[in-house]
């Protein structure tokens, strides 16, 4: 892939949270982007039934479908989750077991970065640490450095605007995006 090629990403957000620490991540990502990046954000986890293989016997539900076809044509996915009784939250594992089931399962051989926030001192590490074995088994190719964990992510967010305020996080999120695009281009 040629470095002057534009880039389009999406971002999959594992908390249904209104108020969302890391739904303030994935809302800054568009604006934390290097040139010729976009990122748009893929529909809600909370739009999927629990996986359950009678309903798939049936079809796919329409927002599996639509997820895994904006997952197949973007050059990369962007994970944002928090960390839940260490591990990722239920609706994120859900939405990953609907979607690897889809007949082109749309993970294989996608570029993929993870972010985490947590407001302990670990910064969701945990969670992520469990989203790579799923990514693994999926064919993902899962960026390795640098790795975002955003710990005691309440003090970096704005409560009332629910806005990334943090400039040193902002500043290295960037980072992580500029290596994420290298990436993808040397995927592509």
């Known amino acids: 892939m040629s470095d002057q ?3 389009q990403f999406v971002s999959l957000l594992g908390s249904l949270r209104k108020g969302s620490f890391n739904g303030a991540v994935a809302r800054a990502l568009p ?3 290097p040139a010729g990046t976009t990122i748009q954000a893929l529909g809600s ?7 359950n293989a009678d309903i798939q016997a049936g079809g796919f539900p329409a927002p599996v479908v639509a ?3 904006a997952i197949a044509k973007a050059d990369g996915v ?3 989750t928090p960390e839940y009784n260490y591990s990722i939250p239920g609706g994120l594992k859900n939405a990953i077991d609907w979607l690897s089931r889809l007949p082109a ?3 294989a051989g996608k570029p993929v970065a993870i972010q985490s926030g947590s407001p302990g001192a670990l910064g969701g590490a945990r969670a992520q640490y469990n989203l790579r074995q799923s ?7 899962v960026l390795n450095k640098p790795e975002v964990m955003i710990n005691q992510i309440a003090t970096k967010v704005d409560a009332g605007s629910g806005e990334l305020t943090d400039e040193a996080t902002r500043t290295f999120i960037s980072t992580q995006l500029q290596a994420f695009a290298a990436f993808a281009r040397r995927l592509g």
């Open 31 to 33: 604006a934390l982007t």
């Open 45 to 51: 986890v909370g739009d999927f039934p629990l996986y």
């Open 5 to 7: 090629k534009p880039l």
């Open 78 to 80: 962007i994970i944002i």
């Open 105 to 107: 399962q749309p993970f």
């Open 67 to 69: 997820m895994g076809e």
């Open 135 to 141: 990514l693994v088994f999926l064919d993902a190719h």
